[in-house]
């Protein structure tokens, strides 16, 4: 089994910063991306950044110039920093981590789910 486990959420004044973490375990073979999605009250999940295992990031446009998605490759951990939030950077951020592991047989491509931790940007 494969767990996902972030942190970092809280209440920020918009134009301040904060920074997510999640952090995979289990039986990983190989992490092929970790990414962070959000969804908003009332509002469907929407992809923020992705970080593959090369390095490559590439980030939604709402996002783009103010958030930062890094990976800790050694630890199976992925970061983003978010600056410059605003009011409508508020919602509930899911870490995704999409892997291959071994389990009776070899499973790739395979997408888990943090649980999500709560983001809310103050006016």
């Known amino acids: 089994q494969v767990q996902l486990v972030e942190s970092g959420g809280g209440l920020v004044q918009a134009g301040g910063s904060m920074r997510l973490s999640c952090a995979a375990s289990?039986?990983?073979?190989?992490?092929?991306?970790m990414g962070w999605y959000r969804q908003a009250p009332g509002k469907q999940r929407d992809w923020v950044a992705t970080i593959t295992s090369d390095g490559y990031t590439n980030y939604a446009n709402s996002v783009k110039g103010r958030f930062t998605i890094s990976r800790d490759s050694a630890k199976n951990t992925v970061y983003l920093q978010m600056n410059s939030l605003k009011p409508e950077d508020t919602a509930v951020y899911y870490c995704n981590v999409n892997l291959d592991l071994y389990d009776n047989g070899w499973n790739y491509g395979l997408d888990y789910w943090g649980k999500g931790t709560l983001v809310t940007v103050s006016s």
């Open positions: 289990g039986s990983i073979f190989k992490i092929n991306a």
